[in-house]
């Protein structure tokens, strides 16, 4: 008999249902998504959201699916790192599928679910991985039994710099795109590389004087907006195809796996397809429709953990919410 594992995401914006057979197969992966009316998101304004659309999003996963929930032998939860009052609704709706349904219960790391559905859907093995989100910047590998971080931000993540630069444009005002494609889409109209701060610090990143100075220029409207966000884009990708390309000189590995949200830019993309073909490595990106947060990712780093035995009594299941990545063991990686 197949078996199926229920995935819940809820460490911001986005609350999300995944449900996976044993074998890695999505056979649903249903999205709701916070749109604030204004500014980032609000930590309790996401939570009661996600409040709200939770029996829905998971009625809908088991209709798409064509499973019944006493056919689930899991549930798996983002447990951390992420927003509190997020990761406590998703938490508890785990809990509430696990102890009605009597069935085992298992938290992920939302980090590394970015990683391992990136395996899943490019067939990647060992790789280099450059996660990049509104939340997250992270170059890590696996080694000795964890994924290790080569470096990361220092202040904010990548995503964040561009969303709140796009704010403050105004970009937020036109609607039908996430902000940072607004931002994808008018670089590729700029043609004049702006002087921005470019920081890089060893093997990690600091964003936050490039955010202040591209605000600053932005203001007093010294250069067109496409050439502000052709730069922006330009020096904060070069960042991180640098720290990413000492990393695969570092670990010799033979893959580069692009994944979160922003792995979506085609710019960065390009960018580091360039440095993996130079050093004759295979350049993997994750599928767009797995590039965001989602539950098929929390479901299927649950099916992993739980067939190595992590599985966590409900009453233990606390939200851990600066959970990093490289605290994390991963039986389940060889290389």
Known sequence: MPKFCLGIEATADDFSVGILDFNGNVLANVISAFIPKMGGIHPRE??????????Q???????????KPEKLALISFSQGPGLGPCLRTGATAARALATYLDIPLVGVNHCVAH???GKLATGAKDPVTLYVSGGNTIVS??????Y????????IAVGN?????????????RAGMPLGAIVEKLAEEGNELVDLPYCVKGMDLSFSGLLTAAIRLFEVRQYRLEDLCFSMQEIAFSMLTEVTERALAH????????????????????????IADEHDSRFCVVPKQYALDNGAMIAWTGILAYEHGKIIPVEKSFVRLKWRLDEVEAPWVGG
Do not use: W
């Open 46 to 55: 996401a939570a009661r959201h996600h409040g709200k659309v939770v029996g």
């Open 57 to 67: 999003v998971i009625s809908t996963a088991f209709q798409e699916a064509h499973v």
């Open 115 to 117: 990683i391992e559905i």
């Open 141 to 146: 590998a696996f080694e000795a039994r964890y």
């Open 148 to 155: 290790r971080v080569f470096g990361e931000t220092l202040d």
């Open 161 to 173: 710099c561009l969303d709140i630069f796009a704010r403050e444009a105004g970009l937020h005002q």
């Open 251 to 274: 670990t010799e590995k033979r893959e580069v796996l692009l994944t979160g949200g922003v792995g979506a830019n085609k710019r960065l993309q390009a960018m580091l397809r360039t």
